[in-house]
């Protein structure tokens, strides 16, 4: 009878080790590609914590269409295998998102260990006809293009009664927030409806070989529309402890920025639909502050990277090397050429940084040809800028548009105007 026992206990640990083990795919269930994918994800919650979306699709198709967004539990693995995931025509919301933020959400806890990994060719994709498009700022419109004066993007919904007439945080295409441990990798974007990927208080993350097909403008029925604030990378309000190497591409904004801003007394709260942040737009102190973030390897036709602070936010300790702008001539460069390969400062956000708030800057091995190499533009402090080639317009490959007294222990080393 023992022994009888012994076989069962054995027979039940082999089944349970093949579960476990086991690939959960959203062909594994029914539904749409939405409902599919998500409940792939909510099966892995508590078993394999893991999923792969395969190239094919059991509906016959080789795509996942996305109705509204995907999100994501700590713990969780998602496997993109050569497969193109997109957006709907009628999505208005993020492609993934962390499941601890949205609408309503006001007090977010922290979450922990989120990847989404390519293995392939791995395309994720905007709407062939987007409902919304561009920042919380921008107002929708069919015909940005003929708007001279106005903060506008594309949007279909643009001038339907009851539809929220601007952009917010819902266009960003992947959108991060209080979590700690997160890997992106290996993934190719187009065509985002504005950021393509925004970190807020995140932590200990590792992004690398992200490349980017998103320019300025995209073709609805064959007429050019304008796509405002399409910002590869986003670090916003706190992120810490970042790796992010191999980014490239084409973008309609900064390739990457890092921001710390504190714009009293505009504020938006945790799941303000009207916000472009999904947390708080609210500086709280130290906690706030980006810092520790390494940047390597990246290129890009119009902006690198940019850091931000306004009034008393901070952001420091940021190391980057290798950076090249470059403009390209199949794809016209907004407003009219790259105004920095590297920004230091930042106007129009609020207060003025506060003196020394942004310090502890090393930027390396810089390459670029537009309307400056490195733009400084707030009393920084205690920063090194090495190895740059500049072949752009300005005089110097380093531009002060304030007084460079206001400046404390700044070293410039080999910045060659050629």
């Known amino acids: 009878m023992k022994y009888f026992s012994l076989l069962l206990i054995i027979a039940y640990s082999l089944s349970a080790n093949a579960h476990s083990n086991r690939t959960i795919t959203p062909n594994d269930f029914t539904g749409s590609d939405t409902e599919r994918i998500q409940a792939a994800v909510n099966a892995a919650r508590g078993t394999t914590r893991k999923i792969v979306i395969p190239k094919g699709n059991s509906n016959g198709s080789n795509s996942w269409i996305i109705d509204r967004a995907i999100l994501l539990p700590g713990n969780m693995t998602v496997i993109l295998d050569n497969c193109t995931v997109q957006l709907s025509d009628s999505c208005r919301d993020n492609m993934f998102r962390s499941d601890n933020v949205g609408i309503g959400i006001t007090h977010p806890e922290w979450s922990y260990n989120i990847n989404i990994i390519g293995e392939g060719d791995v395309l994720l994709k905007g709407a062939d006809n987007p409902r919304s498009t561009g920042d919380a700022y921008r107002t929708l419109t069919l015909a940005p293009e003929n708007e001279k004066n106005r903060r506008v993007s594309y949007g279909s919904d ?3 009664n009851g539809i929220k007439q601007t952009g917010d945080w819902r266009n960003n295409l992947i959108q991060i927030a209080y979590v700690d441990g997160i890997h992106l990798k290996n993934i190719t974007i187009e065509n985002s409806h504005a950021w393509a990927i925004s970190f807020e208080r995140t932590r200990n993350a590792g992004i690398s070989d992200i490349r980017f097909k998103n320019p300025e403008t995209i ?19 706190g992120c810490k402890y970042f790796s992010i190497h191999n980014i490239t591409g084409i973008n309609g904004d900064d390739l990457i920025a890092l921001s710390s801003l504190d714009v009293a007394p505009f504020y938006h709260t945790h799941g303000d639909v009207n916000s472009y942040q999904i947390t708080s737009t ?17 290129q890009t036709n119009y902006t690198g990277v940019a850091i931000r602070a306004s009034d008393n936010a901070s952001i420091h300790h940021v190391y980057i090397n290798g950076i090249i702008t470059k403009a390209r001539p199949d794809t016209p460069a907004p407003y009219g050429g790259s105004p920095y390969t590297l920004l230091v400062g930042g106007k129009g956000y609020g207060q003025p940084s506060a003196q020394e708030r942004i310090h502890h800057i090393y930027a390396m091995n810089l390459m670029g040809d537009g309307k400056s190499l490195i733009l400084v533009e707030s009393p920084i402090a205690n920063c090194v800028f090495m190895n740059g080639i500049y072949t752009g317009i300005a005089p110097t490959a380093i531009t002060y548009t304030i007084d460079k007294t206001e400046t404390k222990n700044i070293s410039e080393v080999n910045l060659v105007k050629n």
Do not use: M
Not at 219 to 237: E, P
């Open 219 to 237: 073709s609805i029925n064959g007429i050019q529309k304008k796509v405002y604030n399409k910002d590869g990378i986003n670090l916003r309000h």
């Open 282 to 298: 609210q500086w709280n102190g130290p906690e706030d502050d980006t810092e520790q973030i390494f940047i390597t390897n990246c």
């Open 158 to 160: 643009a001038g339907k």
